[in-house]
């Protein structure tokens, strides 16, 4: 990958910056989306179908990342073209919400907005890790997670704020105003050449059609599956069951297209075959499922059983994310320098599993509030931990030939995990209400915390031989 860092510092520079900035705005959008749309309905209506927006941008995000991830793959020297065009094509996405007449054409932004997360997460990354050496670049990707936070804790009070003062229009012009500026970035930074990134292509042959087909049936049919059967189409349903019978035909599928084309699959064999990969997928789906039930419950409890403002309801959250901002650039550069994954991984599961166990015990809607702002800031390096898990711990520890497809394999599996999780714990407080859900939610995440910490144990640390290039 030399002839990625032999680029020059200041097309690396634009491209750094393009991923930061997208890093931002993504997180944004996601976090304000719910509070933005809730008053674009009561403008425009469609209050029963604006959660579809959500729903459907979560389906085809998972096509989204292991569709780049199987070309870029390929041909790595794709990574900065899919970045670009990814940009511009959600910028364009988030304007046509800024003017739509209707809550339908809004949630059908949702397929072309969905592009975004593939583009940052699977191609942003992995270029950051191309464009620099091991220590640079697990600085610059503890940055990445750093700017994913400042979205959270930053961007989503400013869309508040300016949906306030100027309306919700006002507010998605903002971030397609922000976007674009990234996408420039994105044009401008590092390119490579048609014949420079010949001899970095991995595979021959033809796309695989059949594999992607299966992936996009699958994925979509799941998510809808779990996502409406708590609302709109409940569990047990004919519809219900209609869309699990189609997810398990695209499963069906995409088996049958690994094991004839293996490593020409849109999931090559080869990144299932090694033991890193897998695990460190299996431990991240564990842990994002796990951190769903405070990222769900935790503010509605507070709302609803505590009786407390929205305020303050928003401050819990704030809590967890107030760390990250910190220590994601040193445990960054630390993991680049150590290599140490087992170590990093195994604090921040024991962190939630000692988190989680203190609020079964001590939630009760007498509890002072005080008390879970302490619980969820020393929640907070959990937090951290598995926001580095997604930037960092792939580009860092996976070898060189197949990291771009294992790093697609772990986005794509951490995304569809916490799809899982909303959509198990949106069930718990459908049926059991938010006081007497929220404990057997806290033990269901407690288990999936304890299998992340199992799995991190099993993690074996990389040789530096393996890893240099």
Known sequence: ???????????????????????????????????????????????????????????????????????????????????????????VAIFSRAVAPTMEIIVITGVLYSVISGAVFVCGYSLIRMMFDAAKAGLYLGFASTCSLVGSLAGTPAMGLIADFGGWRMAYHAMWVIILIAAFFATFGVRIG????????????????????????????????????SSRVPFGTPMSWGFAGIALIGLIILIIDIRSKKERAIIPSVVLKDRTTVLI??????????SMAIAFFMATYIIYVLERSATEAGLAVTMFSIAGVVLSPILGRWLARSRNVRLLLVA????????????????????????????????????????IGSSAVPQLIIRPDI???????????????ANLGTAVYGVMIATLGVAGG????????????????????????????????
């Open 1 to 91: 990958m030399d002839i990625f860092q032999k680029a020059p510092n200041g097309k690396k520079m634009m491209s750094l910056i393009a991923v930061f900035v997208a890093s931002v705005i993504l997180v944004t959008q996601s976090t304000s989306a719910s509070t933005l749309l809730s008053i674009a309905a009561q403008e425009i209506g469609g209050l029963d179908i604006f959660s579809m927006t959500s729903t459907i941008n979560g389906a085809c995000t998972v096509v989204f990342m292991s569709l780049f991830g199987y070309m870029a793959y390929r041909k790595p020297a794709l990574q900065t073209p899919i970045l670009s065009i990814s940009l511009f094509m959600a910028a």
């Open 438 to 469: 929220i404990i057997p939610a806290f033990w269901i995440s407690f288990g999936g915390g304890a299998l992340s910490l199992i799995l991190a144990f099993i993690i074996r640390n990389p040789k530096a031989e393996d890893l240099e290039a």
């Open 194 to 229: 048609k014949d420079d990134g010949k001899p970095l292509e991995k595979t021959a042959g033809k796309f695989d059609i059949f594999g992607t087909i299966g992936l996009t049936v699958f994925s979509v049919a799941i998510i809808l599956f779990l996502s409406l059967g």
């Open 281 to 290: 997928t299996l431990q991240a789906m564990c842990g994002f499922f796990s």
């Open 348 to 387: 921040g599961a024991t962190v939630r599993c000692v988190v989680m166990l203190s609020l079964i015990f001590l939630i009760n809607p007498q509890i002072n509030i005080l008390t879970i702002y302490v619980i969820l800031f020393i929640y907070g390096f959990a937090s951290c931990v598995d926001n």
């Open 403 to 417: 990291r771009i497809a294992s790093n697609s394999l772990i986005a794509t599996c951490r995304t569809f995990s």
